[in-house]
C-alpha cells in the first residue's frame, strides 16, 4: 500500500514539505479516479500557492505498489528531478482517501 513515507521517497524534502502544506490547506480539488482491477487511474486539480490551479495526474499500480505516469502542467514538474508540490497533494489526499476504505470514483475535497 502507498504510503506517506514512499511519497516522500520519490521527491526532495522541500517539494514534500510544501506539498504537504497545499494538501493540508485543502488546495486538492475533487480526485477523479477511474479504477481497473491492476490500476487506479487519477486525476485532480491543485490550486497553488498562488492563484494558478494545475492539472495533475498519476497512476497506482495495485500488483506492483508502485506509482507511476506522474503528470503536472506547472513549470517544476517539467524543470526538477521527482515529484513537484503540486502532485505530492496528490497523493496525500489519495493516500487519505485509501486509508479510510473508500472505493468511490471522485472524492469530493476542499476548495
Not at 14 to 42: C, H, M, P
Not at 60 to 71: E, F, I, R
Not at 78 to 103: P, R
Request: neutral net charge; aromatic residues 10%; proline residues 2%.
Amino acid at each position: 500500500m502507498l504510503t506517506r513515507t514512499a511519497i516522500r521517497s520519490l521527491t526532495h524534502a522541500s517539494f514534500y514539505a510544501r506539498g504537504l502544506d497545499l494538501y493540508l490547506l485543502d488546495k486538492v480539488k475533487e480526485l477523479n479516479i477511474d479504477e481497473t482491477s491492476f490500476v487506479e487511474y487519477v486525476s485532480t486539480k491543485v490550486k497553488g500557492s498562488g492563484t494558478k490551479v494545475y492539472d495533475v495526474s498519476f497512476h497506482y499500480d495495485k500488483a506492483k505498489d508502485a506509482v507511476s505516469g506522474c503528470s503536472c502542467d506547472c513549470p517544476a514538474f517539467a524543470s526538477y528531478d521527482g515529484l513537484c508540490k503540486h502532485l505530492v497533494a496528490a497523493l496525500l489526499q489519495y493516500v487519505d482517501w485509501k486509508a479510510a476504505g473508500q472505493h468511490a470514483t471522485a472524492v469530493p475535497s476542499g476548495s
